[in-house]
């Protein structure tokens, strides 16, 4: 990327922040240029880019301006989902999706796979390998049935930065979130039960609700403040239902922090009708904001918030840790993981908490949360430049997944199969639906570098979008 295209960048990304409000005067090219230590030249350059946009309009003797229609552009609206329960489908298509992974050779923006190329990880990996020459009988021993009780120990002092106070005997490790997922539904539920969702909501949950043969109820969610607790509350006195799915924090697909009200709202309703919460928390940790927003576990006093985490977003996939707090079910987790598990891998659990220990995933996370935020300003600002007028597009409060709202007339799973061909991967809307609705929607993974190929990518994307319009 040019200095210009940059610049460009940072700037649209203030102006989508609402740092710059419309109709506001930005800084003369002569400040900027001295500001970030670059020719007058390539602030003009910079500026051209966002006038093209439509983001600036230059005035006469007076500088550039923000445009209006452009300083807050719409962000998708309340969802509207079925509201009854319901089988979980899209297999198929979620089959297809997974085994996209083996292909080297394909542009893959369907996914969620965080970048693992940073050099903040270097201490783990040079963790791993001493632990493999010092503590090889460690490693090829058994696992205790709840995991290392030093990576207990560390992720308990993780945790009290989300506010929950719990300690190691309350934490046990699975083999990352899903599976943790797996296991707090294994403990709760039974075939046949109700469970209610956030709608949309990540296609590995709905799922793993159909592999465990447990229906699905989507609940209208907002994509700047979560779920609707009104529409819940109507659910839960209509419906049998045994617990709700959600990720309250730097949410999956839509980007949300629910507000800490919200969350004390759905904990009280969960009390009043006697349900528990599933809480995935697995992006919590890159959320934009400092300190990180509190868990819904960290207001819980009778165990009925089971949370859910791993390292797989944060750090890496393969690693395969991750835990769960399950209050007052913990004794029906060990017996579950026994059953369905057994234990896990010692080797990553001890370079993990060493990795913890020593304050290097500290750094890391600091590192990825404003890496993660750059990707998500360029890459709306990419979307905006190359994808139709008229698009909804979410302002994600953390993490690094971008949910953008069509046209209704545009079916992204058409579009989906046709960009296959160009071998570009994309995750369309309905993925994420119980019932295969938002096909006009689509999820991006903003986690890819921001390099002139991944540009080109979302450029053929949106061409293949108007192309559908046209059709």
């Not at 009854?84 to 542009?107: F, H, I, S, Y």
């Not at 979307?383 to 302002?395: A, D, E, H, K, N």
Request: one cysteine or more; proline letters at 7%.
């Amino acid at each position: 990327m040019t200095r210009y295209q940059h610049l460009a960048t940072l700037l649209a990304g203030r102006i989508e922040q609402g740092l710059y409000r419309h109709g506001e005067k930005l800084p003369s090219v002569r400040s900027l240029s001295q500001e970030h230590g670059v020719s007058i030249s390539t602030v003009q350059q910079a500026y051209q880019v966002l006038e093209n946009l439509q983001l600036i309009t230059p005035q006469p003797r007076s500088g550039y301006f923000v445009a209006p229609s452009k300083a807050k552009p719409p962000v998708p609206a309340m969802s509207r989902p079925v509201q009854r329960p319901v089988d979980v489908t899209q297999w198929d298509e979620v089959l297809t999706l997974l085994e996209g992974r083996e292909d080297k050779t394909l542009a893959t923006f369907g996914g969620g796979a965080p970048d693992i190329t940073q050099p903040t990880l270097k201490p783990l990996w040079r963790e791993m390998q001493r632990v493999v020459q010092h503590q090889i009988q460690d490693v090829l021993r058994y696992d205790t049935l709840p995991g290392r009780r030093e990576l207990r120990e560390q992720i308990a002092r993780l945790m009290l930065d989300g506010g929950a106070a719990i300690t190691a005997d309350e934490i046990v490790i699975a083999s990352g979130c899903h599976p943790a997922l797996s296991l707090a539904l294994l403990a709760v539920c039974q075939p046949g039960d109700i469970i209610a969702v956030e709608s949309p909501s990540y296609y590995g949950t709905m799922q793993l609700l159909r592999g465990l043969d447990i229906k699905a109820i989507e609940i209208p969610t907002d994509p700047e403040t979560g779920i609707s607790i009104e529409a819940l509350e109507l659910a839960l006195e209509q419906w049998p239902i045994k617990g709700v799915i959600l990720v309250p924090n730097c949410n999956n697909p839509l980007g949300f922090i629910m507000p800490e009200a919200r969350k004390k709202a759905v904990l009280a309703l969960a009390q009043r009708h006697d349900i528990v919460i599933f809480e995935d928390d697995i992006y919590g940790e890159l959320a934009a904001v400092y300190p990180r927003p509190c868990t819904i576990k960290s207001l819980d006093i009778d165990g009925r918030v089971l949370l859910c985490s791993s390292f797989t977003k944060t750090v890496a996939p393969g690693l395969r840790v991750g835990w769960i707090a399950p209050g007052r079910y913990l004794d029906r987790v060990l017996h579950k993981k026994y059953a369905a598990i057994g234990t896990n891998t010692p080797g990553p659990q001890l370079a993990m908490a060493a990795f913890i220990r020593d304050g290097h995933y500290h750094r890391h996370v600091r590192r990825m949360r404003q890496i993660y935020q750059q990707h998500l300003e360029t890459y709306t600002c990419w979307v905006r430049q190359y994808f139709p007028c008229g698009i909804c597009v979410t302002r994600p409060q953390g993490g690094y997944l971008l949910w953008i709202e069509l046209p209704e007339t545009v079916d992204m799973v058409c579009v989906s199969r046709m960009l296959c061909r160009l071998k570009i991967q994309i995750a369309p809307g309905s993925l994420f639906s119980a019932s295969g609705k938002y096909r006009n929607c689509l999820r991006l993974n903003c986690a890819l570098p921001l390099t002139d190929a991944n540009r080109e990518v979302i450029k053929q994307l949106g061409e293949a979008i108007h192309t559908a319009l046209e059709e």
